[in-house]
Nanobody, 116 residues
Framework: QVQLVESGGGLVQPGGSLRLSCAAS????????MGWYRQAPGNERELVAG????????NYADSVKGRFTISRDNAKNTVYLQMTSLKPEDTAVYYC?????????WGQGTQVTVSS
């Protein structure tokens, strides 16, 4: 059974930080590169960060490079996104899924709102 459960979002002021978590089922997590995606109102879903299965290789969208850090705990089938120096344009619903060939199943996402 495919399961993706995102958490950790909230309302934060510009310049603030949040840490997102995504608990995934082993079937989608184990051995796969994972990614964090986001979708703002009126926009398409975009990939913001990816991490390979071993955790040693990561990549980021230019818009978040230097501010966001993706990591994973393979023992817990969990992927994290540490977000710092948040900007209003980071406001979106954040999702996790496989980095390559995402599953057709998406979790409910977690809302991040950056506003003063």
């Amino acid at each position: 059974q495919v399961q993706l459960v995102e958490s950790g979002g909230g309302l934060v002021q510009p310049g603030g930080s949040l840490r997102l978590s995504c608990a995934a089922s082993r079937s989608i997590f184990s051995g796969n590169a994972m990614g964090w995606y986001r979708q703002a109102p009126g926009n398409e879903r975009e990939l913001v960060a990816g991490i390979f299965s071993g955790g040693g290789i990561t990549n980021y969208a230019d818009s978040v490079k230097g501010r966001f850090t993706i990591s994973r705990d393979n023992a817990k089938n969990t992927v994290y996104l540490q977000m710092t120096s948040l900007k209003p344009e980071d406001t979106a619903v954040y999702y996790c899924n496989k980095r390559f060939s995402p599953s057709a199943y998406w979790g409910q996402g977690t809302q991040v709102t950056v506003s003063s």
